[in-house]
Nanobody, 122 residues
Framework: QVQLVESGGGLVQAGGSLRLSCAVSGSIYSINAMGWYRQAPGKQRELVALILSGGTTNYADSVKGRFTISRDNANTAYLQMNSLKPEDTAVYSC?????????????????WGQGTQVTVSS
């Protein structure tokens, strides 16, 4: 099993900042990518940011220049969100693409965090 635990999120005024964290645990050989999706009510799920094992990052156009994704050496990713706008309001879900041993078998699952609410007031 691969477990993801998210923290951060909450309520902030427009222009403010928040930081999300996502910690991965389990019988992991490697973390190939980590990132966040978000989904607002009535809208499609959107990939916000992704960081690959080599450090390459990708961002949705809507967050470029405002959000920064990073990883430490302890299997944790961070999403620093600055200059937040009301349209950033959504449930943010962390993902991790890993190579892991699950039930005695080496697999490459995509695993998800529990999701965290980010609300930006105008």
């Amino acid at each position: 099993q691969v477990q993801l635990v998210e923290s951060g999120g909450g309520l902030v005024q427009a222009g403010g900042s928040l930081r999300l964290s996502c910690a991965v645990s389990g019988s992991i050989y490697s973390i190939n990518a980590m990132g966040w999706y978000r989904q607002a009510p009535g809208k499609q799920r959107e990939l916000v940011a992704l960081i690959l094992s080599g450090g390459t990052t990708n961002y949705a156009d809507s967050v470029k220049g405002r959000f920064t994704i990073s990883r430490d050496n302890a299997n944790t990713a961070y999403l620093q969100m600055n200059s937040l706008k009301p349209e950033d309001t959504a449930v943010y879900s962390c993902l991790a693409d890993t190579t892991a041993r699950i039930g005695g078998v080496v697999m490459q699952p995509r695993s998800w965090g529990q999701g965290t609410q980010v609300t930006v007031s105008s």
